[in-house]
């Protein structure tokens, strides 16, 4: 099936640093999309990307549709406590209903 | 609260008994999700309706896995002679038509089978 290369798999920050991940595929995807997801919870939409080059921002966070369509990137600035959880990058491919999903993006953050 | 409910949240069972979870989407969203998430991945689809219409199945949906949406609201998911490998977190999420790529989850039912 589909692959999404999320990366990285893991990060280990300060408070108060910024936070970048990407994630990458050998498919052209005509939606991105990125959640985060708390233990026992499901993911939560942080941001919905529809067209290429598109920059949106969502509070401290910006995420990019990249302009091959084949890429994306979260951003995240001024850490907080409260970031800490697993990120999901997911994408549409053009007819698809179903979304494809990423390996995820652990955030840990040191107070 | 708005948002996609699931029930139950949490579910163990012993091998070889049937279980149904119930999923009940945002109140004008006419499509309807299914997914399976393992410990360390992200979820993979298992099937959709859009209103009763069940439209698309996985191949990971065996012939164990049922899915209905009998009215177009509310859905159900059963899972017949479950096995180990069922164990996971059944995600249902839902998106209006026009709008389909957006998906909203629910917070899930996490199922084990001892």
């Known amino acids: 099936g589909q692959q999404l290369n999320q990366s990285p798999q893991s990060m280990f920050i300060q408070e108060g640093e910024d936070v970048s991940m990407n994630c990458t595929s050998s498919?052209?995807?005509?939606?991105w999309l990125w959640y985060k997801q708390d233990p026992g919870e499901g993911p939560v939409l942080l941001i919905a990307l529809y067209k290429a080059g598109e920059l949106t921002s969502n509070g401290r966070l910006t995420a990019q549709f990249g302009i091959t369509r084949k890429d994306s990137f979260l951003n995240i600035s001024a850490s907080i406590p409260s970031d800490v959880g697993i990120y999901f990058c997911?994408?549409?491919?053009?007819?698809?209903?179903?979304?494809?999903f990423g390996q995820g993006t652990r955030l840990t953050i040191n107070p | 609260d708005t948002g996609v409910s699931q029930d139950p949240r949490h579910k163990i069972t012993k091998r070889g008994q049937n279980v149904t979870f119930r999923c009940d989407p945002i109140?004008?969203?006419?499509?309807l999700y299914w997914y399976r998430q393992t410990l360390g991945q992200g979820p993979e689809f298992l099937t959709y309706?859009?209103?009763?219409?069940?439209?698309?199945k996985s191949r990971l949906l065996s012939n164990r896995f049922s899915a209905e949406r009998p009215k177009g609201s509310f859905s159900t998911l059963e899972i017949q002679r479950t096995e180990q490998g069922d164990s996971a977190m059944y995600l249902c999420?839902?998106?209006?038509?026009?709008?389909?790529?957006?998906?909203?989850f629910g917070p899930g039912t996490r199922l084990t089978v001892l």
């Open positions: 309706f859009q209103n009763e219409a069940q439209l698309e």
């Open positions: 997911a994408g549409q491919l053009k007819g698809a209903q179903k979304l494809v």
């Open positions: 498919s052209i995807f005509n939606t």
């Open positions: 109140s004008e969203h006419n499509r």
């Open positions: 999420a839902s998106s209006l038509h026009r709008d389909y790529s957006t998906q909203y």
